[in-house]
Nanobody
């Protein structure tokens, strides 16, 4: 059974940093794309970043490019989202997700981690 477990959320002042972690288990993820999404209160879920587990290629939403970095640790089956220069508008629940590279939709989701950025 696939499990994605996020950690590392919290409260931080604007301009600060946080690092989210997502531990993946239950299968081999070498042919998966791992993503981070976020959902602010009253809004829909939005793409933040993704990384391909096999080659490490990445992509980012325009709103976080240059401030956030997604990475992976193969040995720990963990992906990270390093968030720098945080803004109040980054406040949201952040979700880790996984999809097979042959699929068009993310199949697996974590329960989410709250990130709150105060002004």
């Amino acid at each position: 059974q696939v499990q994605l477990v996020e950690s590392g959320g919290g409260l931080v002042q604007a301009g600060g940093s946080l690092r989210l972690s997502c531990v993946a288990s239950g299968r081999t993820f070498s042919r998966y794309r791992m993503g981070w999404f976020r959902q602010a209160a009253g809004k829909g879920r939005a793409f933040v970043a993704h990384i391909n587990w096999n080659d490490g290629s990445t992509d980012y939403a325009g709103s976080v490019k240059g401030r956030f970095t997604i990475s992976r640790d193969n040995a720990k089956n963990t992906i990270y989202l390093q968030m720098n220069s945080l803004k109040p508008e980054d406040t949201a629940v952040y979700y880790c997700a996984a999809r097979n590279m042959l699929s068009t939709e993310y199949n697996y989701w974590g329960h989410g981690a709250q990130v709150t950025v105060s002004s």
